[in-house]
C-alpha cells in the first residue's frame, strides 16, 4: 500500500522518486503562460507582451483556486491516511472537487461580465487593450480547466502517482506549444489563438489525468460517508497558503505594473514581463520541490514520524539551494539571455536589462527557502506559520519596499524591493524552522 511505503521507505529514495516527476510537471505547467510570452513576444511584439503581463494577474487566480482545494484537500487525505483513519481521507477528493467547481462557476461569470473594467483597473492603456479584448476571454472561459489540471494533478501525485501526473503536465504543455506555433503564424490568430491554445492544452491534461480513475492503484473514492462541514473549513484553512501564493503574486505584479508605468511607460512593463515569466521558471521548480516532499512530510505527521520529518526538510532545502542557485548564476553573469529568449528587445529595452534582471535575481536563492518553508508548514498542518511567510515574502514586504524605494531610486527601487524582501523574510523563516524543531523534539 502506498501509505505504508511512505511511512516505511527511506526518506530520500521516496523524495528522489517523486521529484522529477513534479519537477517536470511544473515546469510544463509553466509553459501555459511562457509558451504564450515567448510566441507573443516574437511573433506579435512588445506591446501584446505588456498586455500579458497586464493580464498575467487573471492566471494567478485560475491556477490559484485548483491549489487551494487541490492541495487544501489533499495534504488532509494524507495525513488521515497516515494516521490510519481511511474513511476520513476519502471524503476530501470528492469535497474539493465540489467545491473547486462550485467557485469556477462564479469566477467565470464574475469576470466575464465585469472584465474590461478589471483590466483597466490592473493597468490596461488604450496600446495594450486591443491586444487584451482578444485574448482575455478565452482564457476567462476556460478558466476550469486550468483550476481543475492543477486540482487533479495534486491529488492524482498524492494517491501514489507522480509518473502520470507528470505525462499529462508534459503532454498538455507539448500540445499547447504546438498550437501555440500553428495559432499564431501560420493561421494568424494573433493573441486569440495564444489563449485558445493554452486552454486546450489544460484540458488535455484533465484527460490524461483521467485515467487514473481507471488504474488498479486508484484510492481515490467519490465518498462522502465521513463528510461534515468542518472539512469545508479545513480545507480552506490548509489550502489557503496555496491559494496565497498565487494571489499575492498576482497582487505584486499589479502594484508593480502601475509603479512601472510611471516611471517608465508600456516599456518597463514589457522589460518586467521577461522578469516576471524568468521568476515563473523559479517559482515552478520550487512548487516541484515542495510536491515532491509533501506526500511524505503530511503521511509521516499523520504517523507522528519526526525523525523522518527532519530528514525531508534537510533535503528538500539542500535540493532548493542547488536548483535556485542555476537561474542565480546565469542572471548575475548573462542578464540579456532571458530579454532574448522573451522579446526581440529594441534599444530602450536591452538598456534597461542587465540592471533590471541582475538586481532581481539576486534574490532567487533566498526565495528558493523560504517557498519550501511555506510548504513544509502547510504539509504539516501548520497554516499560520505557512501563511505568515507566504504573506511576508509574497506581498507585504514587498509592496512595503517598492512604495519606499521607488520615490528614492526610481526604477532601481522597484527592481531591488522583490530580493530584499525575499532576504528578509528568509530570516524569519529559518527562525520558525528552527523553533518548530526544537518544540517537536520536546
Known amino acids: 500500500m502506498q501509505t505504508n511505503r511512505l511511512l516505511t521507505e527511506p526518506v530520500s529514495k521516496i523524495f528522489f522518486r517523486y521529484l522529477f516527476p513534479a519537477i517536470m510537471a511544473n515546469m510544463v505547467t509553466s509553459i501555459y503562460i511562457l509558451a504564450d510570452t515567448i510566441i507573443i513576444g516574437k511573433g506579435i511584439g512588445a506591446d501584446a507582451m505588456a498586455a500579458l503581463n497586464i493580464i498575467l494577474p487573471l ?27 481511511e474513511k476520513l481521507g476519502r471524503c476530501y477528493f470528492p469535497l474539493s472537487i465540489l467545491l473547486n467547481a462550485i467557485t469556477c462557476l462564479l469566477l467565470t461569470i464574475i469576470l466575464y461580465v465585469y472584465m474590461e473594467p478589471l483590466v483597466r483597473f490592473l493597468g490596461a492603456t488604450d496600446i495594450t487593450m486591443p491586444y487584451i479584448r482578444n485574448y482575455a476571454p478565452y482564457v476567462i472561459l476556460g478558466l ?22 507528470m505525462v499529462a503536465v508534459v503532454s498538455g504543455g507539448v500540445l499547447n506549444v504546438i ?32 485515467f487514473h480513475f481507471v488504474s488498479k492503484t486508484n484510492g481515490l473514492k467519490f465518498s462522502l460517508e465521513a463528510f461534515s462541514f468542518v472539512q469545508i473549513g479545513r480545507i480552506f484553512k490548509n489550502g489557503f497558503t496555496s491559494f496565497l501564493i498565487d494571489i499575492t503574486s498576482g497582487i505584486v505584479i499589479f502594484i508593480f505594473n502601475i509603479e512601472l508605468l510611471r516611471c517608465s511607460g508600456d516599456t518597463g ?20 520541490i515542495n510536491q515532491a516532499a509533501q506526500p511524505i512530510l503530511s503521511t509521516n505527521y499523520g504517523a507522528g514520524l519526526h525523525e523522518r520529518i527532519d530528514g525531508v526538510r534537510g533535503l528538500g532545502m539542500k535540493t532548493a539551494l542547488a536548483i535556485c542557485a542555476i ?53 504539516t498542518a501548520k497554516p499560520a506559520l505557512s501563511l505568515t511567510i507566504c504573506l511576508l515574502r509574497g506581498c507585504a514586504l514587498s509592496v512595503l519596499f517598492v512604495k519606499i524605494l521607488a520615490p528614492l531610486l526610481g526604477i532601481v527601487g522597484i527592481w531591488a524591493s522583490v530580493p530584499l524582501g525575499e532576504v528578509v523574510t528568509l530570516f524569519i523563516a529559518i527562525y520558525f524552522m528552527r523553533k518548530n524543531t526544537k518544540e517537536a523534539r520536546a
Request: include cysteine; charge should be neutral.
Open 327 to 379: 537561474p542565480t548564476i546565469l542572471g548575475l553573469v548573462v542578464p540579456n539571455l532571458f530579454t532574448y529568449i522573451f522579446l526581440n528587445p529594441n534599444e530602450e529595452i536591452l538598456a534597461m536589462s542587465p540592471t533590471a534582471i541582475r538586481i532581481y535575481f539576486a534574490g532567487m536563492l533566498a526565495m528558493g527557502i523560504n517557498m519550501f518553508a511555506v510548504g513544509y508548514f502547510q504539509s
Open 179 to 210: 498550437l501555440d506555433i500553428v495559432f499564431v503564424f501560420p493561421l494568424n490568430m494573433g493573441m486569440a489563438g495564444a489563449a485558445i491554445a493554452s486552454v486546450l492544452g489544460s484540458l488535455c491534461t484533465i484527460m490524461i489525468l483521467l
Open 59 to 85: 492566471f494567478n487566480i485560475f491556477f490559484g483556486t485548483g491549489l487551494l482545494f487541490g492541495v487544501g484537500g489533499s495534504v488532509l487525505m494524507s495525513i488521515a491516511r497516515g494516521s490510519g483513519d
Open 269 to 288: 512593463v514589457a522589460m518586467y514581463g521577461v522578469i516576471c515569466n524568468s521568476a515563473i521558471i523559479v517559482t515552478c521548480l520550487c512548487n516541484g
Open 144 to 165: 476550469s480547466a486550468f483550476s481543475f489540471s492543477s486540482l487533479l494533478q495534486t491529488f492524482v501525485r498524492n494517491d501514489g502517482a507522480p509518473k502520470l501526473a
